[in-house]
RNA sequence: GCCGGAGUAGCUCAGGGGUAGAGCAGCUCACUCGUAAUGAGCAGGUCCGGGGUUCGAAUCCCCGCUCCGGCUCCA
């Protein structure tokens, strides 16, 4: 008997049955099988020492690929699993599984782990690859298993509550043995131990089984692997970026913002560089929304707590909220941690004609929400924040042209702070939800023809809407590959009939409006963050609070760069004259610290001959004896912002 | 909120039961300089806060605050 397999070129390979991955692999080439780490049939993962079980569509997978790497990921979690097991006795384990770039097991040692754990398990794990034990697959029943595990809670647990989903499927798990470790595994695995080639302990940390915090908490031990020492450098080398970018520490740096403990958590103070830039950035914001026929609102902070028990908030938020402030003996009030139910009393401080819908109200409105206290997260997560909120009131029958429209200025605006790579996220009906079906039918679709017209990429998350209404999430790739979740738009049946909403229709009826809240940047804290992060401190000139340096080569040059400052900032530029008792090196220095887009330096020759020596952020090399009227000309272009 | 780590000068950090340290930043003086750190001097501390142990606490213990890494959470 033979069996037909299908190569990814197409071409059709008859195979003895009985033939392995590694055998078939072998037979395209040497190199090839030596780069396999498994092989896919139809799709599926299967060890390369498995017999092949029937014809069907074949596929090397190799080391380097992200199927590759999972499994390299997750055979290195089994081999940490193997250490710890042989180094602490009595530890029990829970899960490892592979993760993006790396891998994690969850530990019971009746104690954390330390520093000298990690290195102790990272040596017992080097033990272990040098001894190249194979990996095999073996099948058991589940009574078999749980003789297995016995002295195993956790394995016990996931035998017992075994439903074809995590080990294998039926009534038989899947184990995988290398010498005296088993674990519960679906497979894959590398053949043996020797193949892991590069890996690294990054962090232990605590983690509840089964993610459940009223249930026993572990120790998460986390590490990555790679194909290679080179990928692992690399990689190590990501991670240092990304330390480098953080937007906590260039935050300090570049003097923009900093949480004096004396506030609380979460809460951030703006330095005069930040609050320009903060400023640059709601200037856009408030001029973009103008010019796209929002109207300007502003709301206060606090609220009678009556108004957050129309609104649902208080029956499905309270969490999150700040706690309540007794005025005059009896009125309880409470910080917004949201926007809308203002927006809403907008609406309804008249009556509404159909003739005004879409009524867009926009505000920059500054919202508190009670972060419990270990999420906090400099300003990607902080208590107090801004959003470029607004709520759309609409006829039901106007929301597929709104949404389209708001998704295409969802993107200017993305675009326009130098955002390239979209993805987004269409959240649909939950099981518990208010509203027709039929209208929760045409958003959705609605939804989706925004996103098609758009060309954007994106994912159904059904039943992820949240319970008044479907939703657009965008997401964004930043200048180092990370994926940020900024905008989102959500059309909400709820509200409307919350607070009672009306309009006078065409025909003199009264009709139920509907809302769509939408943020864009999202918060401006965080927003201003993932720039610092996305731009490593190096904002494009218009955003950059401090676009000229001038740098006077001695004292008696000041007056000439003063004189020369002014040219600029008439011309709209910001800039700074450095008068410090430095050299010009220190001065210069100090200018590409601050990553200022543009440093001017000025002496005897540009006093005389009215010119000035031209820098810019990234260039090699100045240009001396440039016009002051051309350098304004050639900054002010440098710097006009995308609108 | 939970688990672990940390908090010493503005910043980065060393030290650690017996007089509190460095580099950078700051100030003063000298230098007046042409593209990534001029030199010298000076000043700077509630060693996160409170309580305890001790003859003596920055150091050890307890409580709290803040931060960091995760978990959970993020309608």
């Given amino acids: 008997m033979t069996i037909q397999l299908t190569f990814p070129d197409g071409s059709v390979h008859e195979h003895e049955e009985g033939a392995t991955g590694l055998d078939v692999a072998a037979s395209i080439g040497a190199r090839l099988a030596k780069a396999a780490v498994a092989v896919k049939l139809d799709g599926d993962l299967l060890d390369l020492s498995r ?61 954390p782990f330390d520093a000298d754990d990690l290195e102790r398990i990272e040596q017992r794990m080097a033990e272990i690859v040098r001894a190249d034990q194979s990996f095999s697959r073996e099948e058991h029943s589940i009574p078999d298993a749980l003789g297995m595990f016995a002295d195993q809670p956790y ?37 043996s131990t ?25 120790q998460r031990i986390y590490g990555t692997a790679w194909e290679s020492k080179k990928a692992l450098d690399e990689y190590v080398e990501r991670l240092a970026e990304a330390e480098r970018r953080d937007h906590r520490r260039l935050g300090n740096e570049l003097d923009l913002f900093s949480f004096p403990p004396e506030l609380g958590s979460g809460l951030a103070v703006w330095h005069p560089k930040g609050g320009l830039l903060r400023t640059i950035i709601e200037d856009y914001s408030r001029r973009t929304h103008l010019s ?30 700040f706690p309540g402030m007794i ?25 509404r004609s159909y003739r005004e819908l879409p009524l867009r109200l926009f505000e920059l409105g ?29 006829m039901e ?8 429209n708001l998704l295409d200025f969802t993107l200017m605006v993305l675009r326009d702070f130098g955002f390239e790579d979209f993805e987004a996220d269409l959240s649909t009906k939950p099981d518990k939800y208010v509203g027709e079906d039929e209208s929760w039918e045409k958003a959705e679709s609605a939804l989706r023809q925004a996103l098609e017209t758009a060309g954007l990429p994106y994912e159904i998350a059904a039943g992820e809407g949240a319970f008044y209404g479907p939703k657009i999430d965008v997401h964004v790739r930043d200048a180092i590959g990370r994926r940020w979740q900024l905008s989102t738009l959500q059309v909400d049946f709820g509200q409307p009939a919350n607070f009672d909403l009306l309009y006078a229709s065409g025909d003199n009826t009264r009709e139920r409006p509907v809302m769509i809240h939408r943020a864009l940047m999202g918060s401006i804290e965080r927003f201003v963050g993932i720039l610092v992060e996305h731009y490593a401190g190096a904002f494009p000139p218009w955003l950059s609070p401090v676009q000229v340096a001038l740098v006077p080569v001695a004292d008696r040059h000041i007056e000439y760069a003063r004189k020369v400052a002014d040219s600029l900032a008439e011309a709209g530029l910001r800039v700074e004259v450095d008068e410090a008792d430095d050299t010009v090196g220190e001065k210069i220095r100090r200018a590409i610290t601050f990553k200022t887009p543009a440093v001017l330096v000025v002496g005897d020759q540009d006093v005389e001959n009215g010119t000035v020596g031209l820098r810019l952020r990234g260039d090699e090399h100045e240009r001396r004896g440039i016009e002051v009227d051309t350098t304004i000309q050639e900054l002010a272009a440098l710097a006009a912002p995308p609108r």
Avoid at 366 to 373: A, D, L
Wanted: with cysteine; proline share 4%; hydrophobic share 35%.
């Fill in 327 to 351: 005025l005059d003996e009896q009125t309880e009030y409470r910080m917004k941690p949201m926007n809308c139910p203002f927006h809403i009393l907008i609406y309804k401080s008249r009556g």
């Fill in 51 to 111: 017999p092949l079980p029937r014809s069907g569509a074949f596929e090397v997978v190799t080391e380097s690929t992200e199927d590759g790497r999972h499994i390299i990921r997750h055979s290195a979690a089994h081999i940490m699993a193997q250490a710890v097991l042989d180094l602490f006795d009595g530890a029990t384990f829970a899960i490892g599984p592979a993760i993006t770039d790396g891998f994690y097991y969850d530990f019971n040692i009746g104690r």
């Fill in 194 to 218: 020797g193949r892991l080639k590069a890996m690294k302990l990054l962090r232990s940390a605590g983690a509840y089984w089964r993610g459940d915090e009223n249930r026993d908490q572990l």
């Fill in 155 to 191: 394995k016990t647990e996931i035998i017992e509550s075994v439903d074809a989903s995590e080990v294998g499927g039926g009534d038989a798990v899947t184990v995988y043995r290398n010498e005296n470790f088993v674990d519960l595994c679906r497979g894959p695995h590398l053949p």
């Fill in 397 to 404: 029958s106007q929301i597929g042209n709104e949404l389209q």
């Fill in 366 to 394: 500054t919202v508190y929400r009670y972060e419990r206290s270990g999420v906090v997260h400099g300003l990607l997560r902080a208590r107090g924040f801004t959003q470029d909120d607004s709520h759309i009131f609409a």
């Fill in 292 to 321: 796209h026929d929002y109207e300007i609102v502003a709301t206060p902070h606090v609220a009678k707590a009556h108004l957050w028990e129309t609104s649902g908030h208080l029956d499905f938020y309270a969490e999150g909220m």
